[in-house]
């Protein structure tokens, strides 16, 4: 895994972190655990996907459902970030 220049500069965790390791557990199959870890890790990924998709075949609707799985995955990320931070660690 790559060490986060955030975590190290800063000493704590950025918005992001647990991402790889979600991957890496959704790559072995393991789903709940993927999610448990970094619950946006999915809807990023399809958000990247659907927008190369997009790129090359232009989707009728594609644009609205990018918005729709970016701001998904947003609020995910602010919802787990203040989770970990605010509640967990309270």
């Known amino acids: 895994m790559l060490d986060c220049y955030w ?9 992001t972190c647990g991402f790889q390791r979600s991957f890496s557990l959704l790559l072995k199959g393991e789903l709940w655990e993927s999610i448990q870890m970094f619950p946006a890790t999915i809807p990023l990924l399809l958000t990247a996907l659907l927008t190369l998709i997009h790129v090359f075949k232009r989707l009728k609707h594609g644009p609205n459902v990018i918005v729709g799985l970016f701001s998904l995955s947003a609020v995910l990320i602010l919802v787990n970030y203040t989770v970990k931070h605010l509640i967990l660690t309270h």
């Open 7 to 15: 975590k190290q500069t800063f000493g704590m965790d950025c918005f």
